[in-house]
């Protein structure tokens, strides 16, 4: 069993900065692409930002310049999101995600339960 668990959203003004964590935890054998991923109310789930085992970062364009992703490498199970200059438009419930590859070489995808974040203006 795997879990996926987020921590550190919150409310924010606009122009100010959150950090989100995320941990993988259980049984596998190794984790490939880390990510995290956004819905907001009436809106599809859409992707914020991506990093592999090997540190190659993707972003959603609406993000760039402002997000960070990272992946500590000395627990390769844990992604974190560094959010400056956040906008109303970033709020959303926020998830991560964690592709993991388990003992018998299977790759599944694992998501948390999400942590909001609420920017006001």
């Known amino acids: 069993q795997v879990q996926v668990v987020e921590s550190g959203g919150g409310s924010v003004q606009a122009g100010g900065s959150l950090r989100l964590s995320c941990v993988a935890s259980g049984s596998f054998l190794s984790i490939n692409v880390m990510g995290w991923h956004r819905q907001a109310p009436g809106k599809q789930r859409e992707l914020v930002a991506t990093?592999?085992?090997?540190?190659?970062?993707?972003y959603a364009d609406s993000v760039k310049g402002r997000f960070t992703i990272s992946r500590d490498n000395a627990k390769t199970n844990s992604v974190y999101l560094q959010m400056n200059s956040l906008k109303p438009e970033d709020a959303a419930v926020y998830y991560c995600?964690?592709?993991?590859?388990?003992?018998?070489?299977?790759?599944?995808?694992?998501w948390g339960q999400g942590t909001q974040v609420t920017v006001s203006s």
């Open positions: 995600n964690a592709g993991v590859i388990s003992r018998r070489y299977l790759h599944t995808d694992y």
């Open positions: 990093i592999t085992s090997g540190g190659i970062t993707n």
